[in-house]
């Protein structure tokens, strides 16, 4: 079955960079594009219909950047089908009977990076406990993302087996290492180095058959830190998380807090299980 990316439009900057990424992933994924568009009349221009140069019908300005970017790459990528909704009038449970209903592989949006917009970080991620499938949120910087290096953040000991298989599945296309980066809950004790590994290998390694799939014992407890040292230390473009689960509530209170505590402006793939 052809893969669905629902796009979540609220008209912000944030939604027009994150809509480079969504056509990103949707060439390499093979994956269609629903636009959900947040704003009721958002503005229209009139662009050409693709290298013909014939005038075209008005259309979004955030599609017209879309099929930009799709008209530059027609030649030897994959061309996805773009359709869009006009969501302004649903409230969250009737968008979420949307995604479910279309059988959404992953839901995206944009999120700002300043602190007086990034509180909204968590309110984003409301929506999850009403689908099925991942929330990638995307950050107002940074451009094009190459998804070379993923890290999931866990407790080795709650490692979900069927996301360590979405993100070999998501990885494979971009050739991405993937790092399970173990941080003991809280309230649990810190495992031992060799068990770790040994318990990684038995559990994970050995199920999950994907080449770039590597694990950390990490012993910090700070979540900032912790963060600090997965995306600047060790390079990961994409951050991934549980909702309501372990670090992710830390994650959100630290996009609640002032500009010194603020996350690095990474994407978060959320999971809602």
Known sequence: MMKKILFINDGSDASVMAAKNVMHIAQQHQANILIANLKKKPKQVFVTAGRSGKPGLPVLELEQDLNSDLFEATL???????????????????LADVIN???????????????????????????????????????????????ERIAYLTDLRYCQLNIVRFLASFGKPFNAHILLAHLAAKGLPDMEQTYARSLFKETIGSIVRYEKLGFDNIKEKQTQKVLDVLVHGMQNELLVMVNNHLHCDEVIELFKGGQEDMPPAVPFLIFPY
């Open 76 to 94: 030897d990528k994959f061309v996805p089908a773009i359709n869009e909704l006009d969501a302004s009038a649903l409230v969250i449970s009737e």
């Open 101 to 147: 209903g279309q059988d959404v592989w992953m839901v995206v949006r944009g999120y700002a990076t300043d602190s007086g917009s990034a509180s909204e970080f968590g309110g984003f991620c409301s929506i999850l406990s009403r689908i099925g499938c991942p929330l990638l949120l995307l950050p107002d910087k940074g451009g094009i993302i190459s998804f």
